[in-house]
């Protein structure tokens, strides 16, 4: 049996794992002391919370497959079909009907949420008499919308999605790469209105399921069993250092580990990093490979999980949650209510009230560096004026990501393009991970599943 280094047991990797079961001998190395990477569950107050990713993709199969597939299919559940609200101009509001990632497709039901003043309101309607060329190049998400519909519809409408999504912001972010659907339809021309309703009746017609699916008990729970099915060995707590080709295109990985070093070889290797660590194990393989890799840039978060007693809460919020625009200079970016959300937290803990507020966009590094008291904090007061004193938690979780969320600038496919062709002089060796081809974890999964064919075939 040929064999594969796994380097990285975040999704992607264990996914890369999973691919080989059974076709090559796969041996995964994580720097850290259990898999998973953004995919983890923590305790808050005893009640088992996800601390990263809380949701998988269903729209496109790939993470909801491979969690029936590892046995998980059980514990697949979703969501309450609750409105998700925005928190602007003082008040909660609703997203318009229709959205995509933000940008309406009616304006009539956008009227209705009280989100853009009038004047605003008549700028997004004119889209639909604008001329509008066939995009050619990539441009920031800033740059196209507002041109199509206003800066102020940007600025609450579509960087509360972005910051959601990708701890984004709208002029750095690609339009290509983090928002495709709307650059599909820009690439052929034409006002977006008319293109973005025929696609709303379209998805309608077909009766589509929801958007995003759990795992009852934490989508946290997917890295374990994903690699219990793989059969892969999994060497948690080893670091690797570096990379040597050997004669014969053959690799070696010499890693640390809690107690030494260690080192490994085999005939493929698939980096399943982020792009910074990819960057630097590729470093004396391919200078190309590793500007591109540098060149990704990373948004660092961090997310309050809180439980509040129900039995002393002066009221329970409704809905799935609230975003806020980066406008109304909040330090909040999105607030999600678990309890609400996802009947299996509620069953686990029926007398609390779970919710996390999450904090840090691209650019706003120092966020989430606060000490644990400030953020919670923050997070407290900014809650009670959304909604009202909920009083204070009985128990509060500050969980980082630092330089957690890879941003897709303006180019990124090109970049990724670039990156890729570098990687590919090297044989036997594959890049799989969410600096590529997609942040979610579904992208995830289908990166780490195609890289691991890809390594294997080039390794004969
Ligand atoms: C707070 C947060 C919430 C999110 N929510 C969602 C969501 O609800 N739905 C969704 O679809 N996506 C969500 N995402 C995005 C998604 O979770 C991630 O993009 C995805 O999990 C990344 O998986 P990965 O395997 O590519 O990378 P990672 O999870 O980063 O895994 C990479 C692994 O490599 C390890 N590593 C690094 N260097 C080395 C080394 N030298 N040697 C060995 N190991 C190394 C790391 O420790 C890590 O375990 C969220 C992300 C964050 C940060």
């Given at each position: 049996m040929r064999s594969v280094i796994v380097i990285g047991g975040g999704i992607s990797g264990l996914a890369a794992a999973w691919e080989l079961r059974g076709t090559a001998e796969v041996t995964v190395l994580e720097?850290?002391?259990?898999?998973g990477g953004k995919l983890r569950t923590g305790t808050v107050g005893g009640i088992t919370v996800?601390?990263?990713?809380?949701?998988?993709?269903?729209?496109?199969p790939e993470a909801v497959e491979l969690a029936a597939a590892v046995g998980l299919g059980d514990a697949l559940c979703d969501p309450a079909k609750a409105p998700v609200t925005i928190w602007t101009g003082g008040a909660l509001r609703p997203l318009p009907a229709g959205h995509v990632m933000g940008v309406p497709t009616d304006p009539a039901a956008l009227a209705?949420?009280?989100?853009?003043p009038p004047q605003a309101l008549a700028r997004v309607a004119a889209e639909e008499h604008l001329p509008a060329a066939p995009l050619t190049r990539d441009c920031s998400v800033a740059a196209y919308l507002a041109g199509r519909f206003g800066q102020e519809a940007v600025d609450r409408l579509v960087e509360p999605l972005l910051g959601g999504v990708y701890a984004g912001r709208a002029d750095r972010l690609s339009l290509r790469a983090a928002m495709p659907r709307i650059a599909a339809l820009a690439e052929r021309g034409g006002p977006l209105l008319p293109a973005l309703r025929r696609m709303r009746a379209a998805g309608a017609a077909t009766s589509a399921p929801a958007a995003v699916r759990g795992v009852a008990g934490g989508t946290g729970r997917l890295p374990q069993a994903v690699a219990e099915a793989s059969g892969a060995r999994i060497l948690t707590g080893t670091a690797a250092r570096s990379l040597e080709r050997l004669p014969g295109d053959r690799w070696r990985v010499r890693a640390v580990t809690g107690d030494g070093t260690l080192t490994v070889e085999a005939d493929a290797v698939v980096l399943a990093l982020p792009a910074f660590a990819a960057a630097e194990l590729l470093a004396p393989h391919s200078p190309m490979a590793e500007a591109g890799l540098t060149a990704i840039p990373y948004a660092s978060t961090a997310v309050v999980t809180m439980a509040f007693s129900r039995a002393r809460a002066a009221f329970l919020p409704e809905g799935n949650g609230f975003l806020v625009p980066p406008v109304d200079g909040h330090t909040v970016k999105a607030v999600s209510f678990l309890s609400n959300k996802w009947a299996w937290l509620r069953s686990a803990a029926p007398d609390a009230f779970v919710l996390r507020a999450s904090v840090g966009r691209f650019g706003e590094d120092d966020l989430p560096a606060r000490p644990d008291r400030h953020l919670i904090r923050s997070a407290i007061t900014e809650l009670r004026r959304a909604m009202g004193p909920l009083g204070e938690p009985v128990a509060a979780r500050v969980t980082r990501w630092d330089r957690g969320l890879p941003q897709y600038a303006v180019g990124h496919h090109d970049r990724v393009r670039d990156i890729r062709e570098a990687a590919a002089k090297l044989p036997g060796l594959a890049l799989c991970g969410a600096a590529y081809e997609g942040v979610g974890v579904a992208a995830c999964v289908a990166t780490g599943r195609a890289a691991a064919r890809q390594a294997l075939a080039a390794a004969g």
């Open positions: 720097g850290r002391t259990r898999v996800d601390e990263g990713a809380e949701s998988l993709m269903a729209l496109r209705g949420t009280g989100l853009l």
